[in-house]
């Protein structure tokens, strides 16, 4: 039988991997198996622009996690993670090519990271997340 402790105890590889994922969705629009876009239009600015919010603020919440430690700041990222799953669908660039696969992808990893950390920081009190080790 595995030894579960590996995923009992939050690490700071974690943060950093959620700080990664971060740069990730900021530049997802520009992966390579998208296709070349000249021109900006109104549907396009506005994904380019979601998609920054949400990588700029997936990657500010796994910083503040590993300086302070909070489970407010899991919960965010499992916010995001959802938000940036059901965004092509609510802002409509479904049609996007291959973007929305790459979103869903990227978002369920970062909602699975979250799930995680607050799965590991759950039973741990107000002090010890204070006094957590980077």
């Known amino acids: 039988m595995s030894d579960f402790r590996f995923f009992r ?4 590889w974690e943060d950093w991997f959620g700080m990664l994922l971060g740069v990730l969705i900021v530049v997802s629009p ?10 900006m239009n109104v549907e396009r600015s506005t994904m380019v622009l979601n998609t920054f919010v949400i990588g700029m603020l997936v990657f500010g ?24 799953i059901a965004s092509p669908l609510l802002l409509g660039y479904t049609g996007a090519d291959f973007l929305p696969v790459w979103h869903a992808v ?12 607050l799965w590991q ?4 009190s107000d002090h010890e997340l204070a006094n957590h080790p980077h």
């Open 9 to 12: 105890t939050h690490r700071s």
């Open 106 to 117: 990227l978002g369920a990893v970062v909602v699975l990271l979250g799930a995680l950390q």
């Open 61 to 84: 919440l796994a910083q503040l996690e590993y300086v302070a430690l909070q489970r407010w700041e899991e919960v965010g990222e499992i916010v995001l993670g959802l938000w940036l």
């Open 30 to 39: 520009w992966f390579p198996v998208q296709p070349a876009h000249e021109a």
């Open 121 to 124: 920081d759950w039973h741990l």
